[in-house]
């Protein structure tokens, strides 16, 4: 028996949807929960502890360079990360014996009640709204703390509990993100992008501000606030509700960028009195104004397009809107070790990827 049979000693095989789970007896009762670009999702009873988990399987992630990539760095990420508002990971395991016959991973993680994309149509009050955006905050904090720019946040990557509990899902795009042309049947969401991302400038820390921004101005409104349908309409939408930027950020733009972006007709924008009116705040508790004027100034900082004169999330976290759940041990928690983005920027084939990953799930534990 080879080390990883060994320790899960029995599997058994079932169909989910169209999706064969061969895993381990432990797991029972599972039901569908969703399936995304990096695979099938259940949650199920773990007969060992009594608790129900999520399941990920992910099907043959190292088939190519941008899957093995990212499954790799999700899972690295996953074993050195243990902060509450980052989804924690209980067990790794593949049903193959060998690295000849390795084919697929499967991912058991803490489950949650729903996505944050089902919390967005639910009308907010102030002390939920602003638990949430502090629970984010403190995520990605911790996150940066271990030298990890997430740059893809949105709604489909949170999950939240009944109790208002928030984790984040994964951990973004790598910073040599070969954003190469991927034949997969799922559209990338780039509603969330800061314009650094969609610019192709530099970023830094800050450019998940910008994505907490827009995430917190759905919530408020119900709808995505700028919905592109590609980099160019996501650009028009940011510029048509903002304004046109400044020539001090013009000046930071590549050459052929600067010269499409100031190519486009000039657009005032909106004061944030407009685009985030009294009428979609709560207003039914005594101090619900006074938290209606800290959140439309919080957002007025958060979505601000030159990153430069963005707010950072250590002056979100100490914002009057969100100081209130200011907790050090959560804020302040000491970070996983830094991560070494040397193995995902070094250019791997297939196979080196195939046996990374599977070194990866043998050695858990
Ligand atoms: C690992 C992963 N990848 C995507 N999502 C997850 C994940 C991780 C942890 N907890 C959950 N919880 C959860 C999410 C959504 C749902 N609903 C979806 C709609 O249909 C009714 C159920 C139910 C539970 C999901």
Redesign the pocket.
């Known amino acids: 028996m080879s080390a990883v049979a060994a320790v899960e000693s029995e599997y058994y095989k079932t169909t989910i949807g169209e999706t064969l789970f061969e895993i381990p007896k432990r797991y029972e009762n599972l039901k569908s ?2 399936s ?1 670009a990096q695979g099938v ?1 259940v ?1 199920a009873l773990d007969t060992k502890t009594g608790t129900r988990v ?1 399941i ?1 399987k992910m099907s043959k992630p190292f088939q190519n360079v941008t899957h093995a990539k990212r499954a790799y760095r999700e899972i690295v990420l996953m074993k050195s990360f243990n902060h509450k508002n980052i ?1 924690g990971l209980l067990n790794l395991f593949t049903p193959d014996h060998d690295l000849s016959q390795f084919s697929d991973i499967y ?1 058991v ?7 944050l994309s ?1 919390v967005v149509h639910i009308d907010l009050d102030h002390e939920r709204l602003s638990f949430l955006l502090y629970q984010m905050l403190c995520g990605i904090k911790h996150m940066h703390a271990a030298d990890i720019i997430h740059r893809d946040l949105k709604p489909s990557n949170i ?1 939240v509990k009944e109790d208002c509990s928030l ?1 984040i ?1 994964d951990f973004g795009l790598a910073r040599a993100a070969d954003g190469g042309f991927m034949m997969t049947p799922y559209v990338v969401t780039r509603y969330y992008r800061a314009p650094e991302v969609i610019l192709g400038m530099g970023y830094k820390s800050n450019v998940d501000v910008w994505a907490i921004g827009c995430i917190f101005a759905e919530l408020v409104r119900g709808q995505i606030l700028f919905p592109g349908s590609d980099h160019i309409d996501q650009w028009t939408k940011v510029v048509d509700l903002l304004g046109t930027p400044p020539p001090i950020f013009m000046q930071r733009l590549l050459p052929n960028v600067r010269a499409y972006v100031e190519s486009l007709p000039h657009k005032r924008g909106y004061t944030f009195a407009q685009l985030f009116p009294d009428d979609l705040f709560p207003c039914s508790l005594p101090d619900d104004r006074e938290k209606t004027t800290n959140a439309r100034d919080l957002l007025a900082r958060m979505l601000v397009v030159d990153p430069d004169k963005r707010i950072s999330v250590d002056e979100c976290l100490r914002h009057p809107y969100i100081f209130q759940w200011y907790d050090q041990s959560e804020v302040e928690a000491p970070p996983p070790m830094r991560y070494d983005h040397t193995v995902e920027e070094t250019d791997h084939t297939v196979d080196e990827w195939k046996a990374l990953l599977f070194r990866q799930v043998i050695n858990y534990r």
């Not at 993680?109 to 996505?115: T, V």
């Open positions: 929960i969703g995304g999702v949650s999520a990920k989804v991912i993680m803490e489950l949650m009640d729903a996505n089902r999950v984790k899902l």
